[in-house]
């Protein structure tokens, strides 16, 4: 059964929960390092974050301020008080035997991320509450499966924010368009850098289907491990077609734990999470109420940076970008701020445009071939140099085609244009006696194209701008050229 | 309402505590009479009344963001009823 | 001389030891060899330090050999309930689940004690993970009374209390999560104080209730027991809920009088089950502080009988999730022949707690199990309220309660064992104190025809431990506390 003939009878209705390591310098309750990425096993832990006895949690501060920090910049409603809670389970990456988040009084509600679509579209947001990470299980090394399991828990505390997210994503598309709205938010925000590669921004998706015209949802599934973009569009249309075709056949979608497996591109119910839980959530008595307190609250206001959606509106005003152009620019705070710093070195924001074609063209095409994290592309080719390329270019002192070399150049060996052309030889001649000459010889020796200009075949132009070309190795300056043909074939008139 | 063994089942379970028959029945009846003792409260009238998770009444309990490391790490790893290199080793864990 | 030394109290042992004139590795000497010589019969310590006081002493000698202050507890031994982390020793709470288990930090209060100069010499048992008024629920042995071995030192801290009782330590720390410093000083005939909750902070102490819990000292008498708690409490950022107040001084005057000092005595807890020799024994202690000047009434704590079974729903369902890090995966009793990792847990926990331990993560499970929590943890909060109120109403017309600390003297070991609910009744007077959270403690008013410690019980406002230390000292000046028996 093909998804659209399943769209046409069934709608989808999927909710997600999306865990964030907030970039603090320490874990949410200890003092040991947060960054553990590629570290070896249990080097960032203490007392507190491998549960020992008598040990006892105290807040990290930053953390507060990322998690309110988040909270404003999508629109949440920050509570007056919220809640740490305990919330009970028994797990061997859990140190305590239960996970500190909060439950009944999170910390913030009701706000909502605006996708772009088409059409734009309000993904409404339940809550965002704080909470610590578990650490880290290894079942197999390599490729080997181990008949045991290893447990590190540097990950164990790190903090974390849940945004749950109302049921109103109704395809894998929007899920998607939803994480990398998200991620742009907390980047901007300076809250989380999101990487999921490393495990920073995580998702889990409530999915269900109901028939087209029925109110009431459909029993919901829930999935885990959507470690990618791309997962989480997969694992969504996977699901959406199994419960579908489950349904059709009379069956029953099962409230059930399943985990996405990428490999295979299948989901499959988790055997840890048979059982159904009882989490006996309580208010830990080991950690005091936490207040928005006006004062911080009103600082964190007035700091707010400039978000995504405001961002992209004014890239459209500002540098006159068309609404996609300025979409994909501004989807990225890295990307965004990239070409803010191209055009700034181009001179002028005339070469806003230009610049927008030559990132998401060029550069973004060589960093996907090479396989290079946008992070990076500061250091292959920073920002002033390929602006003053982009520059170079609208002056006329490069031509399009040539400065596709000067890029390559550039990518190479991290050299300025400006010397790349001048050492490559590959500024554009825009001396009018040298290129009047060329036009001359040009027109000498192409006397039958001559002639067709004459009578008004306006074509028959390409072959003297070929040959001038070709005499000035390309470097002829091509709008000065058809200035002089004209110029040189009136004259013949006279 | 008295608390049945199947009842009890659970909780042992949850609790992740094995208990033997004799201990399960014994529970069952000490639970019950506990819980039967218990019963005095729910005549007190407690609608109007919030409810006490800390006498002290702090709130906003909070310590700067630095980041420092514990130095008797390895201690943490040498009680370790079974480790492997700087893991702790557990029970086959299926996902 | 030598022999003297034990009977000292303990702020003279660091007046000497700071003068020079005796070295605290003297001083130490002499106390561990009363713990050879009494302990065996005792059986107060689960583990006894000598290597490490002996080095800990020579280090407080070489201190003030070079000049330097001892500190206020220079040379002075303490013992320490074995729940409270001492980095690199054994912390058993008294449980299988825990034997072995090396402490990698120190606790807070250890942490103090140190920099004041004093000296670790033991862990002292308790009942398991201090779940017990009796000590017998200790998964190792019984300690017994120092007054008669028949009978129980109370609990939980019945190891701390025997200590000091028997002059095997002048200090010692306990934990107090219903009474279980205030019941054990009381039979003991010791001095031991509940802080208020928050003023010592609870790093380092293996939580049991964690909105209940509190630290505190045993001493043979009330300015020694000032002395330890002035070193031990005060602000910790290690502990989110420790109040935000400096330690303090108790400066305790001998021969203060008590003249417009307001006593309450709270009529609910003169009626169900109390002992006729210890009613009329705080009886005679009320005529006693009338002596000195104080006024006494009577006043009321209506929600008192309440205490209990709020207490036993609170403290079982903190104590559920605070034990649940003992799962054999990191450290403790781990049974690693487990068919699965399901089974790897229960057999661990099923195995390595015992009856009392077990039978309070059951009670607290269930109260905290879907479908229950209003009824059961969501109600006891609501009382726990009432409870409090009622303290906050009567501490505006008067500055102190007194109280007698348990219905009973020491019972016989095996007496209450067998009917939980009779033993957690013993703890009737001691309980509302935790949940109200305000300060407590207990000292001796005399001997019943048994030859047995009664102990009278003081309440006060939170952190106004000063007004309550002063009050028991002016007790101990006119009703010095009865010694126990060679
Ligand atoms: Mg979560
Ligand atoms: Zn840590």
């Known amino acids: 059964m093909t998804e659209a003939v399943l769209e046409k009878e069934f709608e989808l209705v999927v909710g997600l929960e999306v865990h964030c390591q907030l970039a603090t310098a320490s874990k949410l309750f200890c003092a040991c390092p947060s960054g553990s990425f590629g570290l070896p096993a249990n080097t960032h832990v203490c007392p507190v974050c491998t549960g020992q006895p008598g040990t006892l949690p105290v807040l990290n501060a930053a953390a507060v301020e990322l998690g309110f920090k988040a909270a404003l910049g999508l629109g949440c409603r920050l509570n007056e008080t919220s809640i740490f809670a305990r919330k009970n389970y028994f797990y061997p990456d859990l140190p305590k035997g239960y996970q500190i988040s909060q439950y009944e009084q999170p910390f913030s509600e009701h706000g909502a991320l605006e996708i772009q679509g088409p059409p734009p579209k309000r993904i409404g947001i339940h809550r965002i509450h704080l909470e610590e990470d578990a650490g880290k299980l290894l079942h197999s090394i390599g490729a080997e499966e181990l008949g045991y399991s290893l447990v590190d828990f540097n990950r164990a505390g790190v903090p974390l924010i849940e945004i749950v997210s109302a049921p109103d994503i109704r395809s894998p598309e929007e899920a998607a368009q939803y994480l990398v709205g998200l991620k742009a938010v907390l980047q901007y925000l300076g809250v989380s850098n999101c990487d999921m590669e490393k495990g920073e921004m995580r998702c889990d998706a409530n999915v269900s289907v109901r028939p087209r015209g029925q109110a009431v949802f459909g029993t919901r599934a829930e999935i885990k491990n959507l470690n990618s973009f791309r997962g989480v569009r997969d694992a969504i249309a996977y699901e959406f077609a199994r419960q579908c075709e489950l349904v059709r056949e009379g069956g029953r979608v099962a409230q059930e734990t399943r985990l996405w497996d990428a490999d295979s591109g299948l989901t499959r119910p988790m055997r840890s999470k048979e059982e159904a839980h009882d989490y006996r959530y309580f208010p830990d008595p080991d950690l005091v109420p936490l207040r928005a307190e006006p004062a911080l609250v009103r600082r964190l206001k007035e700091t707010l940076p400039e978000l995504p959606a405001e961002r992209r509106k004014r890239f459209v005003q500002e540098y006159q970008l068309s609404e996609y152009d300025a979409g994909v620019l501004t989807s990225d705070k890295l990307l965004a701020d990239y070409f803010v710093g191209v055009v700034a070195a181009s001179g002028s924001n005339r070469y806003a445009k230009a610049s927008a074609n030559w990132i998401q063209g060029e550069l973004l095409a060589k960093l996907n071939a090479t396989g290079t994290p946008f992070a990076k592309a500061q250091q292959c080719i920073p920002p002033a140099h390929l602006g003053e390329m982009v520059r170079l270019i609208g002056e006329g002192t490069l031509s399009s085609k040539l400065a596709k070399d000067v890029f390559a150049k550039m990518w190479e060996t991290g050299q300025a244009p400006q010397k790349l052309v001048s050492s490559l030889g590959l500024s554009q001649v825009t001396d009018e006696g040298q290129i009047a000459a060329w036009v001359l010889e040009a027109m000498g020796e192409n006397q039958k194209a001559v002639e067709d200009l004459r009578n008004g075949k306006e074509r028959a132009i390409g072959a003297i701008v070929g040959s001038v070309m070709k005499k000035s190795k390309g470097k002829a300056n091509p709008d000065l050229v058809n200035r002089l043909i004209k110029e040189k074939l009136n004259d013949g008139k006279r | 309402m008295p608390i049945d063994e199947k009842a009890v089942r659970h909780i042992a379970r949850l609790a992740r505590m094995e208990l033997r028959a004799e201990e399960l029945e014994a529970y069952r009846n000490q639970l019950d009479k506990i819980l039967e003792s218990m019963e005095e409260l729910r005549a007190l009238d407690t609608d109007r009344v919030s409810a006490t998770s800390h006498v002290l009444g702090l709130t906003d309990v909070l310590r700067p963001d630095q980041a420092r490391l514990f130095e008797n790490r390895e201690a943490l790893l040498e009680g370790a009823p079974e480790r492997e290199g700087p893991y702790y080793k557990v029970r086959k864990v299926i996902e | ?486």
């Open chain 3, 1 to 486: 001389m030598k022999d003297g030394w034990i009977d000292w109290a303990a702020g003279r042992i660091a007046e000497e030891v700071n003068a020079g004139r005796v070295k605290a590795e003297e001083v130490v000497r002499a106390f561990l060899s009363r713990i050879r010589e009494v302990d065996p019969r005792l059986r107060a310590f689960v583990t006894v330090l000598e290597a490490e006081a002996l080095e800990q002493a020579r280090a407080v000698d070489a201190r003030i050999s070079a000049g330097k202050p001892g500190g206020r507890l220079a040379g002075v031994p303490v013992a320490i309930k074995d729940n409270m982390l001492v980095r690199g020793v054994e912390t058993t709470c008294s449980s299988k689940i825990l034997r072995g288990y090396k402490a990698p930090y120190d606790a807070t209060v250890v942490t103090r004690l140190r920099l004041e100069g004093a000296v670790i010499i033991g862990k002292t048992n308790l009942d398991e993970f201090a779940m017990g008024s009796s000590t017998e629920n200790s998964a190792f042995f019984k300690t017994k009374n120092p007054w008669d071995l028949e009978r129980v030192p109370g609990g939980s801290s019945g190891g701390s209390a025997a200590a000091v009782a028997a002059r095997m330590a002048p200090l010692a720390l306990g934990s107090d999560t219903g009474g279980s410093i205030r019941q054990p000083a009381a039979f003991c005939g010791v001095v031991g104080v509940k802080p208020t909750y928050g003023l010592v902070s609870r790093y380092g102490l293996v939580a049991f209730a964690s909105s209940l819990d509190q630290i505190g000292p045993f001493a043979a008498n009330v300015a020694d027991a000032a002395l330890a708690l002035s070193v031990i409490e005060g602000h910790d950022a290690a502990d989110s809920t420790s109040a935000p107040v400096e330690g303090r001084r108790y400066a305790l005057e001998d021969s203060l009088g008590l003249a417009g000092l307001r006593i309450g005595l709270p009529k609910e807890y003169f009626t169900q089950g109390l002992e006729r020799e210890v009613e009329a024994s705080t009886r005679a202690a009320v005529k006693v502080f009338e002596s000195l000047g104080a006024s006494v009434r009577e006043v009321s704590l209506p929600h008192t009988r309440y205490a209990v079974s709020t207490y036993y729903i609170l403290a079982p369902s903190e104590a559920s999730a605070n034990l649940a890090r003992f799962d054999g995966m990191r450290y403790g009793y781990s049974r690693r022949e487990a068919s699965s990792l399901e089974q790897a847990y229960a057999s661990s926990r099923g195995e390595g707690f015992g009856p009392e331990v077990k039978r309070r993560i059951m009670l607290g499970t269930y109260a905290l199990s879907s479908g229950y929590y209003d009824a059961y943890y969501g109600k006891a909060q609501r009382v726990r309220t009432l409870i409090k109120r009622d303290f906050d109403e009567v501490f505006e017309s008067v500055d102190l309660l007194l109280t007698p600390t348990a219905p009973t003297t020491a019972f016989r070991f095996g007496e209450k064992s067998a009917d939980p609910l009779q033993m957690y009744l013993s703890d009737i007077f001691t309980i509302p104190c935790n949940i109200a959270g305000c300060a407590g403690l207990s000292m001796p008013s005399g001997l019943d025809s048994r030859g047995l410690p009664i102990g009278i019980q003081l309440l006060a406002r939170p952190f106004e431990e000063s007004r309550m230390l002063q009050a028991a000292r002016a007790f101990e000046a006119a009703r010095p506390f009865p010694a126990l028996p060679a």
